[in-house]
């Protein structure tokens, strides 16, 4: 019953919060959450540096994935603090990847790839649980299945990179090809239902030259596909079956990421297969291949509750928000846009 009910509110949850992003955030309005002024202009006036809606979708995305991943933990018995280290582990190799694979793929030093970072993750996942077991585990006492772990990884990794593409939307990033240059097929699909972006600091408009034009809504597809999957790949391992929610969770995402990019018309690298296509096909085989080696890995029935109530203490509780601090601040501070404030006294108020 509480695997039931907990799946039925995550549904009703997402599609609130779907129904809202995609509504709203192509807007102008929805890019700059905040400005704080720095430095007085030779002018009187004050430039700024901005924090994004970006981030905070991200903070958001990242804290749901966390929790999700501290949840499929507890319920196999894996204590709160194994998993947060674990996950601190993963974040500390993850999102500086995100900025590092960008550089290297696409020459640019001022963004992000949640590819290139989940790439990282899927390679390193297993020898980073082997390392935390020998460590943190010894010491602290607590052993963390691989298989079971690696598989609540990419559950986690589905909710969270699902719901991070609100924050695409409102950046304007990891946009859709036009629906005029589209397939009939594409046209058929998608006419009335595609995304037009408005504003000219949303990436859309000044490396794509799209704005107000539109196109495929390929972030609303790839946000509901994901959290789809991850909803099924979530009641497979509360349902004991951690390989096969494993390999459903990796190989549908990764599989969507490499097709998706046909669908999208940002820069992705140079070539007719880009570099994300390929690390997503190889993140495949890969997953796989760890499937294969820990087949034998024997499962628990996993107990949802006990995981649930895992997140119930003050020191998880400050965990989860140093996290969402953490990402808000290094994802949402913008360095390709900028500010310039004004500051005034409403004389009739005094």
Same mark, same amino acid.
């Given at each position: 019953?509480?695997?039931?009910?907990?799946?039925?509110?995550?549904?009703?949850?997402?599609?609130?919060?779907?129904?809202?992003?995609?509504?709203?955030?192509?807007?102008?309005?929805?890019?700059?959450?905040?400005?704080?002024?720095?430095?007085?202009?030779?002018?009187?006036?004050?430039?700024?540096?901005?924090?994004?809606?970006?981030?905070?979708?991200?903070?958001?995305?990242?804290?749901?994935?966390?929790?999700?991943?501290?949840?499929?933990?507890?319920?196999?018995?894996?204590?709160?603090?194994?998993?947060?280290?674990?996950?601190?582990?993963?974040?500390?190799?993850?999102?500086?990847?995100?900025?590092?694979?960008?550089? !290297?793929?696409?020459?640019?030093?001022?963004?992000?790839?949640?590819?290139?970072?989940?790439?990282?993750? !899927?390679?390193?996942?297993?020898?980073?649980?082997?390392?935390?077991?020998?460590?943190?585990?010894?010491?602290?006492?607590?052993?963390?299945?691989?298989?079971?772990?690696?598989?609540?990884?990419? *559950?986690?990794?589905?909710?969270?990179?699902?719901?991070?593409?609100?924050?695409?939307?409102?950046?304007?990033?990891?946009?859709?090809?036009?629906?005029?240059?589209?397939?009939?097929?594409?046209?058929?699909?998608?006419?009335?239902?595609?995304?037009?972006?408005?504003?000219?600091?949303?990436?859309?408009?000044?490396?794509?030259?799209?704005?107000?034009?539109?196109?495929?809504?390929?972030?609303?597809?790839?946000?509901?596909?994901?959290?789809?999957?991850?909803? *099924?790949?979530?009641?497979?391992?509360?349902?004991?079956?951690?390989?096969?929610?494993?390999?459903?969770?990796?190989?549908?995402?990764?599989?969507?990421?490499?097709?998706?990019?046909?669908?999208?018309?940002?820069?992705?690298?140079?070539?007719?297969?880009?570099?994300?296509?390929?690390?997503?096909?190889?993140?495949?085989?890969?997953?796989?291949?760890?499937?294969?080696?820990?087949?034998?890995?024997?499962?628990?029935?996993?107990?949802?509750?006990?995981?649930?109530?895992?997140?119930?203490?003050?020191?998880?509780?400050?965990?989860?928000?140093? *996290?969402?601090?953490?990402?808000?601040?290094?994802?949402?501070?913008?360095?390709?846009?900028?500010?310039?404030?004004?500051?005034?006294?409403?004389?009739?108020?005094?």
């Amino acid at each position: 019953m509480i695997v039931t009910m907990t799946m039925f509110s995550s549904v009703i949850l997402l599609t609130l919060y779907f129904w809202w992003g995609f509504r709203v955030l192509p807007g102008e309005r929805w890019q700059v959450v905040a400005s704080i002024p720095v430095a007085r202009t030779e002018q009187g006036e004050w430039s700024g540096i901005n924090f994004t809606w970006y981030g905070l979708l991200s903070a958001n995305a990242y804290l749901v994935a966390v929790v999700v991943l501290l949840v499929l933990m507890g319920a196999v018995g894996v204590p709160p603090v194994g998993t947060a280290i674990l996950a601190a582990a993963m974040l500390c190799c993850c999102v500086p990847a995100s900025r590092l694979v960008a550089r !290297i793929v696409e020459k640019k030093a001022h963004t992000f790839t949640v590819g290139g970072a989940v790439f990282v993750g !899927i390679l390193i996942t297993p020898f980073v649980i082997v390392i935390v077991n020998r460590t943190a585990g010894e010491i602290l006492a607590f052993h963390i299945p691989i298989m079971s772990a690696s598989a609540a990884i990419a *559950i986690a990794y589905a909710f969270g990179e699902g719901l991070g593409r609100l924050a695409c939307i409102s950046f304007g990033c990891c946009y859709g090809k036009p629906l005029a240059t589209s397939s009939l097929l594409l046209k058929r699909l998608f006419a009335g239902r595609g995304f037009v972006f408005f504003g000219s600091t949303k990436k859309i408009a000044y490396a794509g030259g799209l704005e107000a034009t539109e196109v495929i809504p390929i972030q609303a597809v790839t946000a509901v596909f994901y959290s789809v999957c991850g909803l *099924i790949a979530a009641w497979l391992y509360l349902s004991s079956h951690h390989t096969s929610a494993f390999l459903l969770a990796t190989i549908a995402t990764q599989g969507w990421r490499s097709f998706s990019e046909t669908l999208r018309a940002d820069y992705r690298g140079e070539g007719r297969i880009s570099a994300y296509q390929i690390m997503g096909m190889v993140g495949v085989a890969y997953a796989v291949a760890v499937a294969i080696v820990l087949a034998g890995e024997s499962h628990a029935l996993p107990d949802l509750s006990s995981g649930l109530k895992s997140l119930w203490s003050p020191a998880l509780i400050l965990f989860l928000q140093g *996290i969402w601090i953490t990402i808000f601040l290094y994802t949402g501070r913008s360095t390709v846009t900028g500010a310039t404030l004004s500051f005034h006294v409403h004389h009739d108020r005094i």
